[in-house]
């Protein structure tokens, strides 16, 4: 089965860093965007960054300077490395990829389950 899973949450200081991962397995043809979404209790869900296949980056005002999504096609990964945490960076971490599952099809937007992040001191 195709699925998406986080890694790397936790709990940090303010100030602090983590680094999540995002992997892609099962029968997947190729990876065109990946990017992180998060969501805080009683808040929607927010993009925070992406990366398309080519390698190419956006990122949340909130998040600028701050956090560097990066991606290894090879190991069809998604990276966010976030530096300088703050309370409020705490929320539930969602990955998010288009994929193409077969030769010839169009890309389908999959979910991974989550992870959470808490900045706290």
């Known amino acids: 089965q195709v699925q998406l899973v986080e890694s790397g949450g936790g709990l940090v200081q303010p100030g602090g860093s983590l680094r999540l991962s995002c992997a892609a397995s099962?029968?997947?043809?190729?990876?065109?965007?990946m990017g992180w979404y998060r969501q805080a209790p009683g808040k929607e869900r927010e993009l925070v960054g992406s990366?398309?296949?080519?390698?190419?980056?956006t990122y949340a005002d909130s998040v600028k300077g701050r956090f560097t999504i990066s991606r290894d096609n090879a190991k069809n990964t998604v990276y966010l490395q976030m530096n300088s945490l703050k309370p409020e960076d705490t929320a539930v971490y969602y990955c998010?990829?288009?994929?193409?599952?077969?030769?010839?099809?169009?890309?389908?937007?999959?979910w991974g389950q989550g992870t959470q992040v808490t900045v706290s001191s």
């Open positions: 998010n990829a288009d994929l193409i599952l077969r030769w010839g099809g169009d890309s389908v937007n999959y």
């Open positions: 099962g029968s997947i043809f190729s990876i065109n965007a």
């Open positions: 990366i398309t296949r080519g390698g190419s980056t």
